[in-house]
T-cell receptor, first 114, second 110 residues
Framework: NAGVTQTPKFQVLKTGQSMTLQCAQD?????MYWYRQDPGMGLRLIYY???????DKGEVPNGYNVSRLNKREFSLRLESAAPSQTSVYFC?????????????FGPGTRLTVT | QKEVEQDPGPLSVPEGAIVSLNCTYS??????FMWYRQYSRKGPELLMY????GNKEDGRFTAQVDKSSKYISLFIRDSQPSDSATYLC??????????FGSGTRLSIRP
């Protein structure tokens, strides 16, 4: 039982390059989330998927797209990376959206855009 | 103004001390209040969860919610070096996205 897995763990991009961050969970959870974490800013929600087949914008969606590929997988795409997207990205999942459902987080992807 | 405010610290205390971590919030619709713990270079993990006002105790940890003041606290008794981490408060009105505080970095000195 791996929980939430993310790939890659580290990535360096040049400005303008694109990439997809992958996330998978094996807990049969309905809801999945993408956050970014920057110093002093805490966790900010980028996009979430309350259930398979639905996606919604969070607090900071600009410059990102998501795909809920199936119940297990939720990917985050940067179409044209910018230095402002340098951050640590966390994927999370929960049984359902909101409280009181615990969110389980992956180990994170450290992205640097030069 | 952010919906959830949390002092970023860092907070450094000696082993065995009582630690108090706090958050304030502005949205009176918040009903569920959580504390997540995040070790360095790891993802956050749920530590405690409280519904509405009141206290909840789990071992050395006590969570308090004062909805009238829009203020929540986490107390750690007999703090240990293994408690050194970043603590994030989080809250939600219900079936909606969770709002996280910015986190307080805590260091327990042996």
């Amino acid at each position: 039982n791996a929980g939430v897995t993310q790939t890659p763990k580290f990535q360096v991009l040049k400005t303008g390059q694109s990439m997809t961050l992958q996330c998978a969970q094996d807990m049969n959870h309905n809801s999945m989330y993408w956050y970014r974490q920057d110093p002093g800013m805490g966790l900010r929600l980028i996009y979430y998927s309350a259930s398979e087949g639905t996606t919604d914008k969070g607090e900071v969606p600009n410059g990102y797209n998501v795909s809920r590929l199936n119940k297990r997988e939720f990917s985050l795409r940067l179409e044209s990376a910018a230095p402002s997207q340098t951050s640590v990205y966390f994927c999370a999942s929960s049984e359902a959206a909101g409280g009181p459902y615990e969110q389980y987080f992956g180990p994170g992807t450290r992205l640097t855009v030069t | 103004q952010k919906e959830v405010e949390q002092d970023p610290g860092p907070l450094s205390v000696p082993e065995g001390a009582i630690v108090s971590l706090n958050c304030t919030y502005s949205n009176s619709a918040f009903q569920y209040f959580m504390w997540y713990r995040q070790y360095s270079r790891k993802g956050p993990e749920l530590l405690m969860y409280t519904y509405s006002s009141g206290n909840k105790e789990d071992g050395r940890f006590t969570a308090q919610v004062d909805k009238s003041s829009k203020y929540i606290s986490l107390f750690i008794r007999d703090s240990q070096p293994s408690d050194s981490a970043t603590y994030l408060c989080a809250m939600t009105p219900g079936a909606s996205k969770i709002i996280f505080g910015s986190g307080t970095r805590l260091s327990i000195r042996p």
